[in-house]
Nanobody, 115 residues
Framework: QERLVESGGGLVQPGGSLTLSCLASGIVFRISNMAWYRQSAGKEREWVATISSVHKTDYADSVQGRFIIARDNTAKTVTLQMNNVEPEDTAVYYC?????????WGQGTRVTVSA
């Protein structure tokens, strides 16, 4: 069964750090492009970062220089290291896998940035 399971969300203070993880199963992870999206209350889902199957990374301007996306093909895991977080980073974060016409979403993990 194809599945993406996120973990690592929670409450973090502004300026702090948090690392999200996404474990994939049932997909050929090494050829899949992986991404993180987020959705804040009342807003549309927005793209955060992508890491391709050849480890090329791209970031949204809002997180460039603060977030780091990485992947471990052996562990079939993609992570999002969130540094110097801001209240505007509060959202449900979703893991996304795509290759060709195929795509798969995780169920999301909630991140709240608050003092």
């Amino acid at each position: 069964q194809e599945r993406l399971v996120e973990s690592g969300g929670g409450l973090v203070q502004p300026g702090g750090s948090l690392t999200l993880s996404c474990l994939a199963s049932g997909i050929v992870f090494r050829i899949s492009n992986m991404a993180w999206y987020r959705q804040s209350a009342g807003k549309e889902r927005e793209w955060v970062a992508t890491i391709s199957s050849v480890h090329k990374t791209d970031y949204a301007d809002s997180v460039q220089g603060r977030f780091i996306i990485a992947r471990d093909n052996t562990a079939k895991t993609v992570t999002l290291q969130m540094n110097n977080v801001e209240p505007e980073d509060t959202a449900v974060y979703y893991c996304y896998a795509f290759v060709g016409p195929s795509e798969l979403w995780g169920q999301g993990t909630r991140v709240t940035v608050s003092a």
